[in-house]
């Protein structure tokens, strides 16, 4: 029996909502920002990749979001429509708000970080008037991603979606997303984490994302087994906790977890993975699949996003991940990811 | 048997969290208020109504809360030393930060309103960092007052408050206490309050009040008994739902309810009645009387409080209460407040 | 030959730019603040009780300023309207603003403070768009009081006035009326006064006023000398330092200095008398006077006003100065406030 | 005889007070900037680029400015220093503070715009406790860019270091540099433009900036001779006045003028010629040449810039300027920029 069911009358198989922006990688790596010369510009912010990803899959997307009024949202909106994606509910900011950019340092094939331009950026202006319940009311899923609850007033746009997702049956994601350079303090993410993880019907973090979300409900940090008692305890279905290499496992309100590891891959940078696998769970959930087929998926399509050189531009059709998938275990075996 | 059960051990029976601040009453009434030359200061603020009731009522009360550093501050903390309040949780707001006042216009024995001065007030200056886990943990029951959500960074101080609450065992009471002035727009009002009633205990409000919680989750106003399933549903003990002269009802999880109506008396304001009310009813449930008696008692307080020409300074002790009760029904009949 | 000569053909007298707020004054005073219960309302704000100063001398007296959309600014409208005062150009506030408050607190005869409500006070938010050219084009004298400079954008909407009049031959009389609470820090004082100082016609202000005043540009306070020369080498015609009951002395751009002190009265309070000395002088100025005779006449309403309870509601008459003049010269001698 | 002298003693030059950023300039051109993929990051800003200007003229170059502590503000230190540039006096902003960014956007070889990223720029974050008298003393010229003037606190900052460039007797030039998107509106750029442009020495504009500047002074726009009249007539000793391909007129204290045209080359885009005319006519001033053999030598760098690919960069040696000079001399003829 499925975990998690979705209306088929849907227009809507899934609508992330949360940040459009764009990254500037160096060309010429391997050597301190403030020395790179060169900049390539790719689309970012990881529910614009998760939009792009199930767009790549096949999947019917729309997208809440709100990007500056000005070159560089006409970018992400052209990128968006190119891949099919419906942007009737992308906001522009008003005059004097920009995008979101993101610059990233690569010092070497193992370390990297990123320079972060984002102040009042375009996709936290997202507000309360811009949530249009019918548009909420058209899609299986509901994407929230955890950075869009950093400030008001996105932070108020993203709990009202949550409202209207409730009361109209639209299935909840919870991406937690966490990016601390966003955040006040650490009880205001506890807070607005605990408050959407609290109402949401899936929930996908890392084992990091799980320890800030819950530091206001625990003395000291708790095991998987105990996150996900907790969170299914509220109402959940699938509670996903991700390990990085060593793999994640997905709890199911049914009382069972299952655990996927990582493809072997050579990594090509630290960052798209994880929108990736959450593209193509989402992907094997509207499917129907197996939690663990779906896994098995979703980690296939995120050692793929670890192994190419960008993210939202990489984002694999369904047949090339099953390509991949068959690829891999010939090479390693029918059970490589499984444990 | 009760709907509400109390932790014995603990040292406050009851702390509320929000606002303390200043009411200019003018003495010279009748008129406009920009014709009024003398004004008499009172101590103001729901919360702060409420902890005065249940320290005249002989309850060990503590506050939540932060004042301006000057003498209007002061003035709050001394009323409170006065009446054996604890204080050691009202945080001083940073200099240049006021206590909020309120001017009320009384134009005739009817009609009155309130010109607010509230731009920055101490008490929504209120933080997570004021918010401390043993303090709570120290109180039988937390009363969050709904106006302390209208506003960061008092808004993420009471859902900081709240979670401490549940994890500790503390019983939530919800005042849902609606200012409209305090809030950016309606669904911010509908966003918060509902976060807080979902997870209180009890909740206190008036019909609009409500309307207001539910705008989100309803197509058409609810009816009472409609609201009252709704909240107890998400796991209230008691849900009040007041209808100024007409009334109020308490529906209680073992899906009984109750009415009351108001004694008559020959009102002097239309403010007060509230927190005389929230203090008794809260008086009763600690003392473990049922629901008609605390209702009744609710509604004695709240009619002296309305007959009153102050508030604060006007809250009754528990026998004057009660003599008030004898007289009523010695005037009116044994059966003029219940149905 | 006068300092000043003003053009006879400009419909008003004198407008003075700034704030017109509230005085709240305890009637049970010689206690600390939050002690006292009862408060008497006043119109306050130094450019506002120079109006009606000035008003009450027989003046044409307009207005440029801010208040709040509700009862406080009625009250300020309806004052002025009853002095004669013309009140085309005071602006409403957008909703949400108040008025700025002041509390005093008395602790005895001769020690007093007060206590400021002034966050995002309805006078600092005057800006440019509420300067009208015709306006300050129609006045003989606009008076700039220091503390409209001390926010933006008030700030703005002062220096668009400051070189309207510049433009326009409209003398401007520079009132330092300093108060530090509304200010950032001591260089922007310096900054934005001198800015003023060095484009006005005559300036008014105590030593203390000229030293901050002076702060960035001298390495030792000045002299009242040196002062007066700095000033007057700018360009102004008068240049008067205050030094309270010692007295003040008017310095004039043909090289003479006028000493004054104050007639010998009984203060009821530390307040008042420089908004009744710069109202005076102001109207000996605009009569022609001899600066020795103006000096003595501002001198005579200053003291009045110390003597008196009340600020703006204790303006007195031309008349009422002149025997207040006789009186203390037929008790005290001819001489008695000339050196 | 010299318009201006200045005091040899001095350790600096000249020290140029604003705003240095990056800019992002297209590699793959003449497309909308949505198009546009790889960028190359340069020193960008008026200011700074003035500063190297002169430091590559062989100058003692300071700079007072704010920069992101990261690594875009490392990249701008970096480059200064590099070019002997003294860094001591550039200030780092407080975390989450960026610099500000441009994008520069190529549609074609005559059409360009520039997407501007400055919300909250570390340079406008200037504040006046990051202003030292003594550097300001050890400076012959203080170059004030108008873009400071843009925003608190900045704009005081550069108040401040005006006012103690006046007591110190260090020569002040101010560079209007409009930017429209700086500003809050019209009022406030003609206040705080014509405030410095009062007491400055020596002011650098094109016609439009005369415009904005005087825009409460007059009722209609000036001439280039009414407008050199009126900011000699406040102290200024040389004003300069530019009219982009039609040349530009120094008009000087004694009451002459000096016209000059630029130099005939392509231009490879339509910015940096101004920053490289600065630099060259303060470079041509502290040599103590004549006013015509100034103009030309800025005229010269004005033109090499236009026609280099980059600002900042492309800043050239006097021996250039010298060689380019005599090379469009020797093909179209001597008088080719004198009228």
New interface residues.
Partial sequence: MACLTFDPSREFDVIPLGRAAID?NP?DINQ??????????YLGGSPANIAVGLARLGKKVGFIGKVSD???G??IK?FFVRDGIDISHIALAKA???LG?S?T?ILSPTESSI???R??AADLQLD??D?NADYIKSAKILVISGTSLAE?PSR?AA??AL??AR?NGTVVAFDIDYRP?SWN?A??I??YY??VGRTSSLILGSREEYDVMER??VDAPATDAQSAARWLGFGNRIVVIKHGKQGSTAFTADGNSYRVKPFPVTAAKSTGGGDGYASALLYGLLEGWDIVDTLEFASASASMLVAAPSCADAMPSAAAIEAFIKAEKAEYGEAIVRD
Same sequence: chains 1, 2, 3, 4.
Avoid: W
Avoid at 32 to 41: G, S, V
């Fill in positions: 500037f060309v301190p920002l403030e020395k790179c010369r060169t900049f390539t510009k000005d070159q560089f006409k970018f052209d004097g708000i920009s950019l610059f340092e320079l972060m331009h102040t009042l309360v008037s949530i008001s108020e709990l009202k409202e209207l009361k350079y303090n009880d205001e506890a807070i605990s408050l206001l409900m």
